[in-house]
């Protein structure tokens, strides 16, 4: 069965500085994974997903991902953080749901993101 | 930006009750799901539904637990004897078809409180 684990349950970073989020996976097949990204109230947005081709996928609000299928990561990295970022973020693996051709998502626990001025 | 609303934010109930949780998927979406996440834990897959059936659902899916899209808007998710371990945010979603690539949008949740 496909797993996600978040290692970082929470990380303080101060604005303006650099951010990795780390993600690794297990899935028996091609993995399809996602980044969202809750704001308190909000529901879950997706911030960027990778299926195929370039492993360095580039998402919304100045966000990307590197998939390394050697190290079963996905990690998130932000060059720049501003104060806006402060949120939960999920790493989550799709596994198909046959016959019918969508997926289901598998979350990991969370990262939960500070800023500091 | 079209976006998938939930109500109630908020439900209080007690042990054994009935509850409905409602959701208004993205108009032209044709699938559905529900996810839900105790405190602390993971956000776990429930269920997803397209063409009026259940397509998938997890262990977590008892009979306790049905789905329903009532008319052409709504998609509703009854729990029918609540348990002090339902107790949890339960998220609702849905993506415009049914292809791998295709994105889920999540409400902001419902956070129900089983006393």
């Known amino acids: 069965a496909q797993s996600v684990t978040q290692p970082d349950i929470h990380i303080t970073v101060s604005e303006g500085a650099s951010l990795e989020l780390r993600c690794n996976y297990s899935?028996?097949?091609?993995?399809?994974l996602f980044w969202y990204v809750q704001s308190p109230g909000q529901g879950l947005q997706l911030l960027l997903k990778?299926?195929?081709?370039?492993?360095l996928v580039q998402g919304i609000k100045g966000f990307e991902a590197e998939f390394k299928r050697s190290q079963s990561s996905f990690n998130l990295r932000k060059p720049s953080v501003h104060w806006s970022d402060a949120a939960e973020y999920f790493c989550?693996?799709?596994?198909?749901?046959?016959?019918?051709?969508?997926?289901?998502?598998?979350f990991g626990t969370g990262t939960r993101l500070t800023i500091i001025p | 930006e079209p976006e998938v609303t939930q109500t109630p934010s908020h439900q209080v109930t007690q042990m054994g009750q009935e509850v409905i949780l409602r959701c208004v998927p993205i108009?032209?979406?044709?699938?559905f799901y529900w996810y839900r996440q105790i405190l602390g834990q993971k956000v776990e897959f429930l269920v997803s539904?397209?063409?009026?059936?259940?397509?998938?659902k997890s262990e977590i899916f008892d009979d306790q637990f049905s789905v329903e899209r009532p008319d052409g808007s709504n998609f509703t998710l009854k729990i029918r004897s609540t348990k002090l371990e339902d107790s949890a945010m339960y998220f609702c979603?849905?993506?415009?078809?049914?292809?791998?690539?295709?994105?889920?949008?999540f409400g902001p949740g419902t956070r129900l409180l089983v006393l």
């Open positions: 899935y028996g097949a091609t993995p399809y």
């Open positions: 990778y299926f195929s081709g370039d492993t």
């Open positions: 539904f397209y063409n009026n059936e259940i397509s998938e």
């Open positions: 979603a849905s993506s415009e078809s049914g292809g791998r690539q295709e994105t889920q949008y």
């Open positions: 108009s032209n979406h044709l699938y």
């Open positions: 989550a693996v799709g596994a198909l749901i046959s016959n019918f051709g969508n997926e289901k998502l598998t």
